[in-house]
């Protein structure tokens, strides 16, 4: 080969390396981008990018917002990609990548499951599945409890599972308590009625037991109610001074022998939950009669209570009252005259009731009548031997017992826990202890100052009977 063929062909063979390159710097060369966006519609933004980058984008859920960034220097079409993708994310969207094609959608409608678990603090988590039982979309998740850690445990999309979860903790709220006080007595109608001529009471003597008309008379005797400092339940003056009269007039009655407390039981109930309360006894009740082989009678006996029971569903209204859903049942052994054995009698009453909180609910209406055998005697003579019996006799009483409960319920502040309403109401009894004392005082000095005058006018009279005789 020539000289000059050799040159040539030198130079055709580096030009071809030099063209080579040169291509490969251009098809690897990562292209920079000027760029300045200022309130541009996001649909508009997805266009500019899918143009810019020579990258196709389909829009399944049209985005919706703007955007707005300055860039210091150019950017890689890699950049701006990721421009796009962080901007969407932020209003809601995804961008899915698959090969060279982009897709944009709504990041509600991926189906990205989550598990979250919820531990509740006022409520169970048994009452949350009942709840919500109805309120989920269970092809959304799905919703499972551990009942020894009150737990919730939810399970599904994810953006579902975060719209769920608050709406439980709403639910989870801390309740509001109410202390019922409850007073369970009996009543004697011929001692009521000895308190009203003994202390001159005209409501105990015309209105046979009413509590409520006694305790107003004792009222009108009893003058102001200064509340103590620092009593902090904000109890009306009216209300704590027609408590006030009600415990005096309990106290008057049981002092003279007319009133037995059975019991005062208190209960500390959830608001709209209902609590009882139970006075009594279990006994044997023969409820039906079978033979043996012989023809000789089985009883055959069951186990009841005996006694009284008292349901309680309190309810806080919306103006700060207290809704009382009560159920009062009485119920007592007693013979029957056919067969000599035990039967139930049943006692009911069913009401309701909205009062103040620390205001009185009285419900009466069991009656029973008492048979009491007195016996009376002679002094002297009735202890004398063989002779004695002769100077004795009995003496039938009969009396009409009235049972009477009396309820009481106290809103417990929402800041507060029973502690510190134990702490109030201790304060109250104190001024009920001083009111109660200083009434039956005065009721007891009038008594004494009438017994006195009666006594005066009989002296006078025996002297003029004495002196006119002469």
């Known amino acids: 080969m020539k000289k000059g063929q050799v040159m040539y062909l030198f130079f055709y063979l580096f030009r071809i390396m030099l063209y080579a390159i040169i291509l490969s710097n251009t098809i690897f060369a990562d292209t920079k981008i000027d760029l300045r966006v200022k309130e541009l519609e996001l649909v508009d933004f997805v266009h500019l990018v899918s143009k810019t980058t020579k990258k196709n984008i389909i829009m399944i859920d049209k985005p919706k917002g703007s955007v707005e960034f300055a860039l210091f220097s150019k950017i890689s079409e890699n950049e701006l990609e990721n421009i796009l993708d962080t901007t969407l994310q932020a209003n809601g969207y995804a961008l899915i990548k698959n090969n060279d094609i982009f897709t944009i959608v709504d990041k509600s409608k991926i189906n990205t499951k989550s598990r979250k678990i919820i531990e509740l603090k006022n409520i169970e988590a048994q009452f949350i599945q009942e709840i919500i039982s109805n309120s989920y979309d269970k092809d959304n998740a799905s919703v499972d409890v551990d009942r020894y850690g009150n737990l919730v445990i939810l399970y599904g999309n994810e953006q579902y599972i975060n719209k769920l979860e608050a709406f439980i903790k709403e639910l989870d709220i801390e309740k509001l308590q109410i202390y019922v006080e409850a007073k369970i007595i009996e009543i004697s109608e011929i001692g009521f009625r000895e308190v009203g001529f003994k202390y001159g009471l005209n409501s105990a003597l015309l209105s046979g037991n009413s509590l409520y008309t006694l305790s107003a008379e004792l009222g009108l005797k009893g003058g102001k109610v200064t509340i103590p400092s620092g009593f902090d339940l904000n109890y009306p003056t009216s209300l704590v001074k027609s408590s006030l009269n009600l415990w005096t007039t309990l106290s008057l009655l049981q002092t003279n022998n007319a009133l037995e407390i059975i019991s005062e039981p208190s209960i500390l109930a959830l608001n709209n939950q209902e609590s009882s309360i139970y006075v009594g006894k279990r006994q044997s009740i023969q409820t039906s009669t079978t033979t043996d082989k012989n023809g000789n009678p089985i009883p055959n006996m069951e186990r009841v209570d005996i006694g009284l029971s008292l349901k309680v569903k309190p309810r806080i209204t919306s103006d700060n009252k207290v809704m009382l859903d009560i159920k009062v049942q009485q119920e007592e052994a007693s013979e029957n005259g056919a067969s000599l054995s035990p039967v139930s009698d049943k006692k009911e009453i069913q009401t309701t009731a909205i009062v103040q909180s620390g205001e009185n609910v009285i ?37 009409k017992i009235s049972l009477v409960v009396i309820l009481t319920p106290h809103i417990v502040p929402s800041s507060k826990d029973l502690t510190y309403l134990q702490y109030e109401l201790t304060k109250l009894k104190m001024l009920e202890s001083k009111y109660s004392k200083d009434l039956l005082n005065k009721l007891e000095y009038k008594k004494e100052d009438k017994t006195l005058n009666i006594t005066n006018d009989l002296y006078s009279e025996a002297l003029k009977s004495f002196y006119s005789s002469y």
């Open 363 to 399: 419900l009466g209406g069991y009656i029973k009548n008492k048979s009491n055998v007195i016996e009376d005697s002679v002094p002297f003579f009735s202890s004398l031997p063989i002779f004695g019996n002769l100077f004795k006799y009995n003496k039938d009483s009969k009396d």
